[in-house]
């Protein structure tokens, strides 16, 4: 089992920066490098939407199309911790973000795949 803990949400201004950090506990398991990695938002109401994805070793990254230029994934593995940074923030990013970990293969963007999950952070953009 892996424990998944967001943080670095909040209320923030459009135009503005924020980093969300996710922190995983393994336990006795597997080591939190061989586990892909991904970022999902959700608007009450709706679906999870997929936001970004990154493999275990933390070289290779997907973005979807909504948010590809703005936002930036990425792990420090050493620190069993998954990031994301939001640049130029608008209030179509207002949503709660979740990590979520998968085995490492196949694709990312299936919420469907991913075996845990963070309980998530809210991020509010005003105007």
């Known amino acids: 089992q892996v424990q998944l803990v967001e943080s670095g949400g909040g209320l923030v201004q459009a135009g503005d920066s924020l980093g969300l950090s996710c922190v995983a506990n393994?336990?006795?398991?597997?080591?939190?490098?061989?586990?892909?990695m991904g970022w999902f938002r959700r608007v009450p109401g709706k679906e999870r939407e997929f936001v970004a994805g990154?493999?275990?070793?933390?070289?290779?990254?997907v973005y979807s199309d909504s948010v590809k230029g703005r936002f930036t994934i990425s792990r420090d593995n050493a620190k069993d911790t998954l990031y994301l940074r939001i640049d130029s923030l608008t209030a179509e990013d207002t949503a709660d973000y979740y990590c979520?970990?998968?085995?490492?293969?196949?694709?990312?963007?299936?919420?469907?795949?991913?075996?845990?999950w963070g309980q998530g952070t809210q991020v509010t953009v005003s105007s």
């Open positions: 979520a970990a998968k085995n490492f293969w196949g694709k990312f963007s299936d919420p469907a795949d991913y075996l845990y």
């Open positions: 990154i493999r275990g070793n933390g070289r290779n990254a």
């Open positions: 393994t336990g006795s398991g597997r080591a939190f490098s061989t586990y892909t």
